[in-house]
T-cell receptor, first 114, second 115 residues
Framework: DSGVTQTPKHLITATGQRVTLRCSPRSGDLSVYWYQQSLDQGLQFLIQYYNGEERAKGNILERFSAQQFPDLHSELNLSSLELGDSALYFC?????????????FGPGTRLTVL | GENVEQHPSTLSVQEGDSAVIKCTYSDSASNYFPWYKQELGKRPQLIIDIRSNVGEKKDQRIAVTLNKTAKHFSLHITETQPEDSAVYFCAAPGGGSSNTGKLIFGQGTTLQVKP
């Protein structure tokens, strides 16, 4: 157990819908990351937050948005869902913002868009 | 642009043999190179990392080597065991010299260790 929690574990929804994925980082970690892992794909970096502020952005679609709250938990919002958004979404956390800080991954949320 | 290439995509070895996975990166400012292991249905976990001020790092049966001039780094697993079977990902910083945690991951290598 990495100490990072994600809810829900599974999510099944329809095209055009909107969902929210939630992540709680390890105790004391200030940085939260979101990754997308599609079938037969590697880990695609979406976005990083550090202490409530956006720190780095990857190839995140405009239909996706995220935020980090004062208690440091984070939410990833996916809207106007398409079939291709079906994937495993991982949250990770690290103590600080820089890349050499080990990132601890949560168990992931499996999103299925029908 | 930012890019990490990883080879091979699949690797099958006999138990006890060695396995080598190679990655190349494009950003010469990159200074940190982690390797993650992802077992089937599980989360990725860091197994070893190396910083640009050293050329090699070992931890029991695993080692990582770095060649900054050629911009490539490799994972070496010796005396492989069935429990080493997993997908392995290399990564490099995506932010260049900026102070972010953005990591660019390779495409992954599925390692199968046959008993």
């Amino acid at each position: 157990d990495s100490g990072v929690t994600q809810t829900p574990k599974h999510l099944i929804t329809a095209t055009g819908q909107r969902v929210t994925l939630r992540c709680s980082p390890r105790s004391g970690d200030l940085s939260v990351y979101w990754y997308q892992q599609s079938l037969d794909q590697g880990l695609q970096f979406l976005i990083q937050y550090y202490n409530g502020e956006e720190r780095a952005k990857g190839n995140i679609l405009e239909r996706f948005s995220a935020q980090q709250f004062p208690d440091l938990h984070s939410e990833l919002n996916l809207s106007s869902l398409e079939l291709g958004d079906s994937a495993l979404y991982f949250c990770a956390s690290s103590a600080l913002a820089a890349s050499h800080n080990e990132q601890f991954f949560g168990p992931g949320t499996r999103l299925t868009v029908l | 642009g930012e890019n990490v290439e990883q080879h091979p995509s699949t690797l099958s070895v006999q138990e006890g043999d060695s396995a080598v996975i190679k990655c190349t990166y494009s950003d010469s400012a990159s200074n940190y190179f982690p390797w993650y292991k992802q077992e089937l249905g599980k989360r990725p976990q860091l197994i070893i990392d190396i910083r640009s001020n050293v050329g090699e790092k070992k931890d029991q049966r695993i080692a990582v080597t770095l060649n900054k001039t050629a911009k490539h780094f490799s994972l070496h697993i010796t005396e492989t065991q069935p429990e080493d079977s997993a997908v392995y990902f290399c990564a490099a910083p995506g932010g260049g010299s900026s102070n972010t945690g953005k990591l660019i991951f390779g495409q992954g290598t599925t390692l199968q260790v046959k008993p």
